[in-house]
């Protein structure tokens, strides 16, 4: 059992799981860069630059659906407002991007964003200071979304809600915050929300290299998350929180503070949405209101679900596999995508009830690999 | 092989189960104290002005008819209930009144419930390794490693439970009595101060209820023990002092062959012969 030993986050670049599936994304990105750089236009196998932002959507996507699973299945924590922590993010990615405008925007306002001059402001609200510079947007997109579950866990796990109670809970927050961000005043652009944007670090966000470069750093993002994810669910950690999910009193008899523990893994996976929804503004032009709307947080859910639950893989396969499908769907005929995203929710947990991951080879237990030895140790 | 020899040698104290520093006080007195403690849900007086105290060391057997509120007892101490009145004190320093379940469980509390639970989805080995006595805060728990000692703690807990065969099944596959010996496992994991054990052999064979006699008057002596158990064959088997608890309160006290003769306990169990 040599894993066990290693630092808590390198262990699972040892897993065979872990490697197959960053040797898997490598692989398509590579492909799909490559299907772009290569081919020229109009040659079958070219893959446009409109195609590779989707599929660094779908990535953004996949590393919230990872998101999801460390909380839900891991922690038993099903939350249905993932999509604020997401939305969050991205208004923090969408603040900067705003700034980037400068003098660009319609009124031609130095400082001000258009919809801001439009309102007749004549100042900058306090909480915009500091988004001009790229270093303090990017540490909010991690400290807006961690702090808003911070906030929203102490409270809910101190008075130990859990179950129905508490995915109400997050529906309601994420319900609370979209109608917050509908409102003028608050300074957010309203529902038109955050367009337009010209660049960011510098590069336009019109050139197909930003583009790309958006989705390679999109994957490597999902790579980032998924194995930060891995490790904490093969810590020792991440052994108490399925204890915690499974027998919550039990786990307190231990002497293990079961809210602490809730309250660490739902703000990391709040700060893991908040990234995904930072890199998928860039690449999707808009942040808008819509983003905290409920249906997106029970959409995430279902991802997790039909992918299989409380295997990392199955969220990533579920999120690529529901939004593929969506795409497709909505080209051909977008009243119907409800209602098949419904039927195949029903046809998973009847037919398929781990999911997709369930259909994979079983992974054995990391503890397979050294046979009998602890227990000859022992005796020894 | 010494771990062998160590069990069989019954009269020897295992020393690896030995406590681990609790900062409990038993200077002056008993480890457990419960004075005056009352319960009510809904109305009904689960615990009815109950007294009970706990010598440091001691092996205490607590038996009653169904409902007689020891379960509602261990609930008390372990923090998972609150009580209307009374006071609960370990040792003379600390007041479990003010404390959760987890700051008692670190305080050297541990427990072994009535229905066994364990967590069904971690292996054996697992269940083993979340009990053992540990920093248990968030960022201590995130970095742990598994030390070989660790690992031989464990193999001889396993060993002791005759779990040794199956430390990698999921705990959730297990007999109804492996699951019970799963939780006395975890108990000695985390080398408590007093242990609180309830109904600890339902479900297993003649020969284990000796093994699980053998290991709690073993454990006795180091560390205080309070057994529930219906079964009147194990209680004489273990009983040094009996209590008995009927209606939320102390019967009878002393010697089981005091306590049998009693004829307010035999009222009690209406002939059915303790
Ligand atoms: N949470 C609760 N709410 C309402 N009543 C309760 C609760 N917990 C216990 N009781 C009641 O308190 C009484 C004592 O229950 P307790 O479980 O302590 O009995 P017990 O002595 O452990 O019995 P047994 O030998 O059957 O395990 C019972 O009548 C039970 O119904
Ligand atoms: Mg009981």
Redesign the interface.
Known sequence: ?TD?????LTRPLTEGSTRLFLGLLAAAMTAVVLMHLVFPEGHALHMSIYTVTLMGKYLCYALLAVAVDLVWGYLGILSLGHGAFFAVGGYAMGMYLMRQIGTRGEYGHPVLPDFMVFLNWDQLPWYWHGFDMAWFAFLMVLLAPAALAFVFGYLAFRSRVTGVYLSIMTQALTFALMLAFYRNEMGFGGNNGFTDFKDLLGFSLLTDGTRLGLFIATGVALAIGYVLCRA?VT???G??S??C???E??????????E??QL?IFVVSAMLAGVAGALYVPQAGIINPNQFSPIFSIEIVLWVALGGRATLYGAVIGALVVNYAKSVFTGIMPEAWLFALGGLFVFVTVFLPKGIAGLLPKKK?P??DDSDT??Q???? | ?S??TEFTERDRVFDFLAPTASPVDVRHGPILYLEDVTVSFDGFRAIDDLNLTIDDGELRCIIGPNGAGKTTMMDII?G?TRPDTGSVWFGSRHNLLRM???DI??LGI??K?QKP???????V??NL???MAAD???FP????????EH??R???V??MTGL??L??REAGVLSHGQKQWLEIG?LLM?RPRLLLVDEPVAGMTEQEMERTAELLTGLAGQQSVVVVEHDMGFVRSIARTVTVLHQGSVLAEGSMDAVSNDPKVVEVYLGEGI
């Open positions: 059992m066990s030993n290693r630092m808590w904490i810590s020792k950690l052994r108490v399925v204890a999910r499974d027998a009193a039990r786990t307190r008899f231990l002497g293990y503070r079961v602490r523990v660490f237990r503890d397979d602890t227990a140790e022992a005796t020894a | 092989m771990i062998f372990t998972k959760n379940e987890p469980a670190s541990g427990r419930f639970t364990v967590f069904e989805a971690l292996s080995f697992e390794e979340l009990a248990k805060r968030v728990t995130l970095t742990a490693r598994l030390t070989g690992r031989d464990i193999g001889e396993l060993e040794k065969d430390w990698r975890m985390q």
